[in-house]
């Protein structure tokens, strides 16, 4: 076990002008993470309740944020958009891309393509260097940027591809159109590639599902949540542009279900999803968390976006048959902890790992939508505040993204390794 210290994080705070005694500020960079650690892994969940674990031991400058992960919100809040994208690294690397079967309340401090790469068909015409070029993964047409027939000191990056709404959904019980998968783009070398997207606008969702603890099997259990976001559905449905009320909360996975085990242990009878893999991985998300007024119950008026080990929603999130108590990981970005409170905070929950509360934090959008960007890199953990200009196109240059984790003014905190 880590022997309990204090280790000095170093948070990137870009300070928004405000005179209170903890200023709000606009980035927050985590860095010097200790790179490897332990937790109790579920190995089964039993339809008795009965929940065996087995010590786990990961590393890496990620770790262990590097696995699968889920995002989770809770209301009040209005989701506009979330987009998810992997950094690429070399012209030849293959997508992977997941078949996408369907297969029929939080406080932190209260509560607690099986990859399978299949070859490119290429097209046949010879193309330039900047070309669109299309080509077949996985029986899916794709296209991206020539940028195998000239120097790597210029890569090309592929313009934002238009992606077909699906249409719109009603609210009753059962779900329209499903979530589709995401087209792959390939952004060039060292730049980021969109895996998943969603536009409330235009009914738009790729590469993603919408769940919620909805199903009464051992208790609430993760299931696939009508377009209110607030009932069980009978299918993966898309989330319409809605305002979920205080203390309700949906979770974002991959479009993936899990099958034959490849998820590792899942709640009987739930609809457990594949997350959000990778070493660098990024999220974007445009929100609005407007002032309920409510007050006399748990969560009243405490909207939250944080980050989840996808094992913790599979097996139980509200239960004791998970690994979060022990620290496979909970990132907490913008979480409101006073009812109607303005300011929400960045935390890292890692159980016997390292723990920590930023104590900067963010300005809550009450009146308009907040653009932000969670993005997992090579042993950095960085939120953006981004510029309300800033599009979910299908890429970005790897210069815009280090450009994000590397400004501001630097604000140090302590964060407490081997803590609980």
């Known amino acids: 076990m880590l022997s309990l210290a204090i280790l000095i994080a170093t948070v990137l705070a870009n300070v928004a002008g405000t005179t209170s005694a903890q200023a709000q500020v606009q980035a927050l960079n985590f860095i010097g993470i200790p790179s490897s650690g332990r937790y109790q892994k579920v190995t089964k969940v039993g339809s008795d309740g009965a929940c065996p674990k087995q010590p786990y031991a990961f590393s890496g400058a990620s770790a262990p944020l590097d696995e699968e992960i889920s995002a989770v919100f809770r209301g009040p809040i209005r989701l506009k958009q979330f987009a998810v994208y992997t950094e690429t690294s070399s012209p030849n690397r293959k997508r992977h891309r997941r078949t996408d079967n369907r297969s029929p309340h939080h406080n ?18 010879r193309r330039g260097y900047g070309d669109i070029v299309t080509a077949t993964i996985d029986g899916h047409v794709v296209t991206f940027p020539n940028t195998w027939s000239a120097p790597e000191s210029t890569p090309a990056v592929a313009a934002p591809v238009a992606v077909p709404a699906v249409g719109s959904v009603p609210s009753g019980d059962s779900p329209a159109d499903p979530p589709s998968a995401a087209p792959a783009v390939y952004a ?11 536009d409330a606008t235009s009914a738009t969702a790729e590469g993603l599902s919408f769940l919620g603890n909805v199903l009464a099997v051992l208790g609430a259990k993760l299931g ?3 377009p209110n976001g607030l009932n069980s ?4 449905a898309i989330l319409e542009d809605c305002l979920v009320p ?9 479009s993936t279900p899990c099958n034959d085990g490849d998820c590792g242990a899942v709640a ?8 959000f ?15 309920s007024g409510q007050t006399g119950y748990l969560n009243a008026d405490m909207p939250a976006f944080w980050m989840l080990n996808t094992q913790i929603v599979n097996t139980g999130q509200y239960s004791n048959c998970s690994c ?14 006073e009812q109607g409170a303005t300011t929400g905070y960045a935390t890292m929950h890692m159980g016997q790992n390292f723990n920590g509360q930023a104590p900067n934090g963010f300005a809550r959008p009450i009146s308009t939508t907040m653009k932000v960007g969670v993005i997992i890199s090579n042993g950095v953990f960085h939120i953006e505040i981004l510029d309300d200009s800033t599009t979910f196109g299908s890429t970005f240059l790897g210069s815009t993204v280090n450009g994000w984790i590397n400004s501001a003014h630097v604000v140090n905190f302590p964060v407490i390794v081997g803590g609980d």
């Open 108 to 125: 932190h401090q209260r509560y607690h393509d099986r990859e399978q790469v299949e070859g490119i068909e290429e097209d046949r015409e």
């Open 188 to 198: 060039g070398n060292g730049n980021w590639g969109r895996t998943a997207y969603y």
């Open 224 to 226: 696939y949540v009508t």
């Open 233 to 236: 559905s009978t299918g993966p």
């Open 246 to 254: 205080d203390n309700n909360e949906f979770v974002i996975s991959s």
């Open 268 to 275: 009987p009878g739930a609809n457990a999803h594949h997350g």
């Open 277 to 291: 893999s990778g070493a660098s991985k990024m999220f974007l998300a445009e929100f609005q968390m407007p002032l």
């Open 324 to 337: 979060w108590k022990t620290g496979c990981g909970e990132w907490d970005i913008h979480e409101v902890l």
